[in-house]
């Protein structure tokens, strides 16, 4: 005897043995109870508070390490955006083994798990390194996350192909001796903090709009790639990247943290975005960078507030 597709129910539809497209009313109950789910961080009932950001921190880059985020009060922030080092010999990196590189990132994201909000979002965006051997740091992120309490929302691939460059890194030409793969995409791992859903708080509203919903919920996005040259950074991801997480996952004029902030592309977003940045940089270069990014928007902002027209 087989199970049918849908087992219905006056109030709704139930997961049976198999996938189903009803999803009106759905119970997914039977799903997540069952033994594929044991050991897995579950959501935890606990009361929604936050505190608020200190104005010495607001629309704040402090250049150090955010392995001590000092500045910030517990549960002050609303969603987690940023691209780690990537450990690859870049000038700003440092040369770890993939053990302390890892320790590293898990040091980072005690402190980031510390300051979020209940319900609070991270979006990580990283590119998985090398070919011999390939070093999928998208899963060592992952498991490194999970181990640290997060829960794991998604993962989104950022299809980078309308901006890629003629690769001949092919390997072995026309052989199947050591053909090699030319990435064109990198991952957003999103995950959150002790529950999956949180309250619009007053006096904050959604800013996205109907058709950015329908694009920004699709596992695949498209659109291209930073200049290095342009931004003066080696591994700028550009602005659509951190605007459309905070589009997505924060209401209006919430606390967006980035603590690799390099250039300062997160913090360009949030201002873009009317939301409120801090962020961490341990280069005195990029931090200056950062902030001569920022300054036209800073003067944009002081002459609309002069004006009377500022918003929040």
């Given amino acids: 005897m087989t199970d049918s597709p849908v087992i219905k129910r006056k109030n709704g539809t139930k997961t049976s043995a198999f996938g189903v497209a009803g999803r009106y009313g759905h119970d997914s109950t039977r799903f997540y109870s069952g033994r594929l789910y044991e050991g897995l961080t579950k959501k935890t009932q606990v009361r929604y508070e936050e505190n608020p ?11 150090k390490s955010s392995e001590s ?16 080092p990537y450990n690859v010999g870049k000038l700003y990196d440092q040369d770890l083994t993939l053990a302390e590189y890892r320790s590293l990132i898990k040091g980072v994201m005690k402190e980031v798990y510390r300051v979020l909000v209940p319900g609070g979002r991270v979006c990580f965006n990283v590119a998985n390194l090398g070919r011999r051997p390939y070093l999928p740091i998208d899963a060592f992120i992952t498991e490194d996350m999970l181990s640290a309490g997060f829960l794991m929302r998604g993962q989104i691939i950022w299809d980078k192909e309308s901006s890629a460059t003629g690769s001949t890194a092919w390997g072995s030409w026309l052989s199947p001796a050591n053909p090699t793969l030319r ?13 999956y859903s949180r309250p619009r708080i007053e006096g904050r509203s959604s800013t996205i709009t109907k058709d950015e919903f329908l694009e920004y919920t699709k596992s695949i996005w498209k659109f291209s790639a930073e200049s290095a040259r342009k931004v003066g950074h080696p591994a700028p991801f550009p602005v659509e990247l951190p605007q459309r997480c905070m589009e997505l996952y924060t209401y209006s004029n919430e606390v967006i943290l980035d603590p690799f902030m390099g250039s300062g592309t997160t913090a360009l977003a949030a201002r873009k975005s009317k939301r409120r940045f801090v962020g961490y940089e341990i280069d005195q270069k990029y931090c200056d960078i950062a902030n001569r990014r920022l300054k036209p928007l800073d003067e944009e902002q002081s002459t609309l507030t002069l004006l009377g027209g500022a918003t929040k």
């Avoid at 000092?70 to 940023?82: G, N, Q, R």
């Avoid at 990435?183 to 002790?194: G, Q, T």
């Fill in 53 to 63: 950001l200190p104005a010495s921190a607001e629309n704040k880059i402090f250049c």
């Fill in 183 to 195: 990435d064109i995409h990198e991952y957003i791992l999103v995950f959150s903090k002790d529950m």
């Fill in 69 to 84: 985020m000092d500045e910030l009060p517990d549960k002050s922030v609303h969603l987690m955006v940023t691209s780690p």
